[in-house]
Every structure is written in structure tokens, then in C-alpha cells.
């Protein structure tokens, strides 16, 4: 079974930045987010991490274009996201992927909210096994639209096909602030993720970027699902 084909896509400023030191990740322009919203409508599934619901609480829906809600899949290994939280209001089916790490208490708090909670891995989540039971399920494509943490865990493991980011014209700064892809990082440039140019347009005042992500990377092995 082939596993789904990923899209990475992101605002971030012209520094590089995903959200300021305060957490505002209000970046993209009304085009953008129209942008963003059709790209949902046409995918099978999008896949975030618990760090961003817990700082942006998104509902991960089709609301600024016309089509049906994906599968909401968060990678959340320890079950941190609240049951308050936006993605398990009901409108799109939900899928929980929690680590061994998870506590049942929590586990069953996500489920009576009707999210599917399913364990992806002892002490963390197998991205690569997760991607190949989506794609049993039929899930043939994803939007991934995650934080530094998700962003790095999947390009790294060879987990990303495409890469589309919409650069806004303005310049945050802050140490703290999060970039698009965080984690442990590469230390000599020439072992990055080597990325192909295959687009360049205007979205109202952002500049968008496709770039295809060339060749395939190994991966370390993890417990399976």
C-alpha cells in the first residue's frame, strides 16, 4: 500500500517566521486564506500536531470555498489536546493519534467527544506507519499544516512530497519565535532537504512558493502501530 501524498503548506513572514514570540500566526492575506481553504477542499485529509491546536485552536474546515470537510487527523502522542478544543466540534471526523504515552483518562475524555483515538506507537507516534494505515483507509492525499516540530519530524523521514509556502511582506524577528521547520535541524547545509523550484505567483500581497521535494530520504525505524 502506497502512502497518501503530502503537501506541506504554511504562511510564514519574510523572515521566516510561522507565528510571532507571542503566538499571533495571523500571517496570511484574505487570498491566502481563500487559497488555503480550496486546497482543504481538495484533499483527503489534513494532519497537524497538538502544539498547533493547543496555540490555535484551528477547526480545520472548508469554510471560504465550496466543498466537503477532510478527515482532521492531530498527531498529539500524550493526548494534551482538550476536549473543548475546535477540531472535535463535531462538523468533520476527527482521528487522535496518541502514543503508549497517553493516559486513558485522557484518551477516553477525546473519544466521548466522538474523535477516533487510535495509538500510533509505544513512546511516540510512527509517522511512516501512520501515513501507510491513512492510505489502507483510502486517504490518498494530505495537507499537512504543522508546526516546526510536525514539519521537521516529516520532511525528515521522507514524509513530504510537495512544499507550497506563501511568503508575507512583513518581518517579526523574536528568538523565540517559531520558524517553519524546527526539531533537531541538519548540521552542514549540504545534508539538507534539497527542494525544486516548480512555481512562483502573486496570492493578493503574499508571494507563493511550490517547490517538489526531489528524491527520498531514509528514515529511522520505529516501533510499529
Given amino acids: 500500500m502506497r502512502r497518501p501524498y503530502v503537501i506541506m503548506n504554511a504562511a510564514m513572514t519574510l523572515d521566516g517566521k510561522i507565528a510571532t514570540k507571542e503566538g499571533d500566526s495571523r500571517i496570511s492575506c484574505p487570498e491566502d486564506l481563500d487559497r488555503l481553504h480550496r486546497l482543504r477542499a481538495e484533499v483527503d485529509a489534513i494532519m497537524v500536531g497538538a502544539g498547533t491546536v493547543l496555540s490555535d485552536d484551528p477547526s480545520l474546515t472548508v469554510r471560504r470555498a465550496k466543498g466537503r470537510n477532510p478527515l482532521r487527523v492531530v498527531v498529539d502522542g500524550r493526548a494534551r489536546i482538550p476536549p473543548t478544543a475546535r477540531v472535535l ?9 496518541v502514543s503508549g504515552r497517553a493516559p486513558k483518562r485522557r484518551v477516553e475524555e477525546l473519544r466521548r467527544r466522538g474523535a477516533e483515538v487510535m495509538r500510533g506507537g509505544e513512546r511516540e507516534v510512527n509517522l511512516p506507519l501512520l501515513l501507510e494505515e491513512l492510505g489502507r483507509r483510502g486517504v490518498r492525499k494530505v495537507l499537512l499544516e504543522g508546526g516546526s516540530t510536525l514539519n521537521w519530524n516529516m520532511l525528515s523521514l521522507g514524509l513530504v512530497d510537495e512544499v507550497r509556502v506563501a511568503i508575507s511582506p512583513r518581518i517579526v524577528g523574536g528568538e523565540g519565535a517559531k520558524t517553519l521547520v524546527g526539531g533537531r535541524g541538519f548540521g552542514k547545509v549540504r545534508e ?5 523550484l516548480k512555481g512562483v505567483s502573486r496570492v493578493g500581497r503574499d508571494l507563493l512558493l511550490l517547490y517538489r521535494v526531489k528524491g527520498s530520504r531514509k528514515h529511522r525505524v520505529l516501533p510499529r502501530l
Fill in 192 to 196: 539538507g532537504i534539497e527542494l525544486e
Fill in 89 to 97: 466540534d463535531g462538523s468533520s471526523r476527527t482521528l487522535v493519534v
